[in-house]
């Protein structure tokens, strides 16, 4: 495409994925957010919830200054207390219901425009459909609430379901099903995001895992996996575009946001968030990856 990319998406980066170092050690938010925000390209950033209360002050005045938008992200908090929002047992759901509330109050608090989630892990067979219900009740239950408290809008990062993460949403028609079951429960602040390191892993092309969920996408994320069994980085690692066993290179992002634009996602009226999830391995440094998948995007947006 010859036209701006900047015309049509907001581009953002996980911020606890490529400074991984942050996750253990809360002290270096600030420090490594700085570089975000000295980063020109980056109009967004997601972060997770910050636990020491002192940051938050700080933080905001910096995405002030930076005009940074800001998601926050739940998703680890979530798969590291291994709660989920569709579980059997009412005293798990009510737990994460209350994670997911303080969620939204941080978000409120520092202005951010989504809380990000995922489902929990897949059942599998025949109680599938139970855990789906349960799961839309709980995000219905969330979305009121940010609505009552004029929070942001909720939206459920789409996992793999058989790989790494094993996540009951899942398959796009999965999430579709999710979507219409929430939006009956009048939760109209509720979407999806889609990641293009999840694809290989639900073995679904961009066509496939985009278009059924169309009407709901929220937000978006590009990164990259490997495939292959035995791998050191098999999985949901999110290693950088520029590894050679890594599934999605220059076309597959090419064909990941030729298809968002092509159903409306990438759009001049309403820039959607777009963020980088990649993570650096051992021995690379975060900005090299930050500045190599720049150089990928570019180069598949020349080619969108």
């Known amino acids: 495409m010859t036209e701006l990319i900047e015309q049509y998406l907001r581009l953002g980066i996980v911020h606890f994925m490529a400074f991984p170092e942050t996750v253990s ?15 020109p390209h980056f109009r967004c950033v997601e972060l997770k919830l910050i636990e020491d209360e002192k940051l938050l ?7 002030t200054t ?76 969330i979305c009121l609430y940010s609505k009552e408290h004029e929070g942001p809008a909720i939206v ?20 579709l099903h999710l979507c219409e079951l929430v939006f009956v429960r009048s939760a109209q602040n509720f979407g999806v995001l889609v990641d293009l390191s999840h694809l290989p892993l639900l073995g679904e092309s961009s066509a496939e895992a985009l278009e059924p969920v169309k009407d709901y996408i929220r937000a978006a994320h590009l990164g990259n996996a490997v ?28 064909d990941f946001i ?16 777009v963020s980088y999830e990649i993570k650096p391995q051992p021995g690379e440094q975060s900005e090299t990856l930050i500045a190599a998948t720049h150089r990928v995007l570019r180069r598949a947006w020349a080619k969108a």
């Open 258 to 273: 030729h298809v968002l634009k092509n159903i409306g996602f990438l759009n001049r009226k309403s820039p959607p968030m």
């Open 156 to 175: 459920l990062e789409i996992f793999d379901r058989e790989v790494d993460k094993k996540a009951l949403v899942g398959p796009a028609e999965t999430a």
């Open 57 to 63: 002050e700080p933080v905001k005045k910096l995405l």
């Open 25 to 39: 050690d809360e002290s270096l938010l600030l420090p490594t957010l700085e570089k975000v925000a000295h980063d």
């Open 66 to 141: 930076a005009m940074l938008d800001l998601s926050i992200a739940a998703q680890p908090a979530i798969l590291g207390a291994g709660i989920d929002p569709g579980s059997r047992n009412q005293e798990m759901r009510k737990r994460t219901l209350e994670v997911l509330k303080k969620h939204v109050d941080q978000a409120i608090a520092l202005g951010a425009e989504s809380v990000a989630m995922l489902s929990g892990p897949d059942p599998g067979g025949s109680t599938r459909a139970d855990a789906l219900q349960r799961t839309a009740d709980l995000i219905a239950e």
């Open 227 to 254: 495939t292959r069994k035995g791998h050191p980085l098999y999985g949901d690692q999110h290693p950088g575009f520029g590894t050679p066993e890594g599934a999605n290179k220059v076309n597959q992002v090419r």
